[in-house]
């Protein structure tokens, strides 16, 4: 089987590309990537010189681009993760979402619906797996503002901490109402992936994970960002009230979650991916400065001190909260790494990779979080 990967240069790109090059010897694996600020072959250092992995730059919206690699590695399956990817990007440069997530992800369709309809087998044995965010569904009230115990559960929910922040969770039938440029241009490029199956029944799956954590995500998210300005002493900006809640998967149980559903899955159905695992974002930044502290050796609460309000995120949606059980009843989904594992093997890993977030923290990058966000 020959598939191709989008966006394998990115977060968790990188994560699904290293898996199915290592699992997998005999699949060709492609990764066709732009290489935006967002996107590092230093990723993917251990993998690249594998005789089934090989890398193509190139723009998901240049439909000619894409049409040329699937006839040049004869690609049975796509998973798509190429995208633009951060809200507060979005809020600044809408078009740029536009672009890629719309426009690149109807490039990749419709090259997709040509070459197959034209082989000799038609649609038989291909699939286009596209992967999408819970953000779609818009936000959640917050109706327990200082948490309940959840009801549900898998292996990634917190032994320490394990509460709801409210009775809904967004199931695979929760109607979309997508709040920022991001979610809506994901949102609109779920769409267009359905309707390539309603109309032209093209083999389609779409999943909606939550929040991910984990090793190589870009340090403008939340977590990596706050380790690497505890790292330089620098402020760590809390959005509003750090009242606003999220659930964290870390990002290699996405990727299994996403090989599973590849071979298992049933074409046309949406799986919603996440571990139960609810934060309010000012609990987990407490959770991130404890360790950090920790492993660097420093007093606990040395760098509580950094912890800065700044004017809201606009339109900040609320709360996020994922509900797997589909996943988990259907195809027997467990994530492996219970979140205070995950979260110590994560601040551990940026800690030992220094070099890593140096390289990929130069340039405009400390300007341009300077223009988005003032104390308050
Ligand atoms: P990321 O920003 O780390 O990586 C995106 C990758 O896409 C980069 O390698 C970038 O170079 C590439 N890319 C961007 N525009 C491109 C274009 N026009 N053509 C080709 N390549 C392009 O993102 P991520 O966090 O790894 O997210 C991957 C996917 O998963 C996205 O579709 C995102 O919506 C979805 N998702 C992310 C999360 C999360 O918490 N990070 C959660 C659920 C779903
Ligand atoms: P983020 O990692 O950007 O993911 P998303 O917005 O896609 O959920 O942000 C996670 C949460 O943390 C979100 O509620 C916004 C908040 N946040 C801050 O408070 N400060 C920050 O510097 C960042 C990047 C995020």
């Not at 009230?141 to 009775?167: K, M, N, V």
């Amino acid at each position: 089987m020959n598939i191709l990967i989008t966006g394998g240069a990115g977060f968790i790109g990188s994560h699904v590309v290293r898996l199915f090059v290592n699992k997998y010897p005999s699949y060709r694996i492609v990764n066709l990537d732009k290489l935006t600020y967002a996107g590092n072959l230093a990723n993917l250092r251990d993998i690249e010189d594998r005789p089934n992995y090989s890398f193509v730059r190139a723009d998901i919206a240049d439909i000619d681009a894409v049409r040329r690699v699937m006839a040049d590695h004869d690609i049975d399956a796509i998973i798509h993760l190429a995208a633009e990817s951060h809200v507060d990007r979005s809020i600044k440069d809408p078009f740029t979402f536009a672009r890629t997530n719309v426009m690149g992800t109807l490039s990749l369709l419709q090259a997709a619906r040509e070459r197959w309809e034209a082989s000799p087998t038609g649609y038989e044995g291909k699939l286009f797996y596209h992967i999408s965010t819970d953000e779609v569904y818009g936000a959640l009230p917050l109706t327990h503002p200082e948490g309940t115990p959840s009801p549900f559960t898998t292996a990634a929910s917190s032994a320490t901490h394990h509460q709801a922040y409210g009775t809904e969770f967004f199931t695979e039938t929760t109607r979309y109402t997508p709040h920022s440029p991001y979610s809506a241009s994901k949102a609109s490029s779920d769409h267009f992936v359905r309707a390539y199956h309603d109309t032209y029944g093209l083999p389609v799956i779409v999943t909606n994970c939550s929040n991910n954590y984990g090793p190589y995500q870009f340090p403008e998210k939340l977590i990596p960002l706050f380790i690497n300005n505890i790292r330089h002493g620098r402020p760590l900006p809390v959005y509003g009230r750090g009242d606003n809640v999220r659930d964290w998967l870390y990002v290699e149980d996405h990727a299994r979650a996403i090989d599973l559903i590849f071979h298992r899955g049933t074409p046309a159905e949406t799986y919603n991916i996440g571990g139960f695992n609810e934060w309010k974002n000012i609990d987990l930044i407490r959770v991130i400065i404890r360790t950090v502290d920790r492993l660097l050796g420093n007093p606990e609460g040395h760098s509580d001190r950094l912890i800065t309000y700044v004017t809201d995120r606009k339109g900040h949606d609320m709360r996020y909260a994922i509900d797997s059980r589909k996943l988990q009843s259907e195809l027997g989904w467990e994530p492996s790494l219970q979140f205070e594992e995950g979260i110590e093997k994560t601040v551990r890993w940026y800690l030992d990779n220094p070099e890593w977030l140096d390289s990929v923290t130069s340039g405009d990058y400390l300007r341009y979080y300077d223009e988005m966000y003032t104390r308050r």
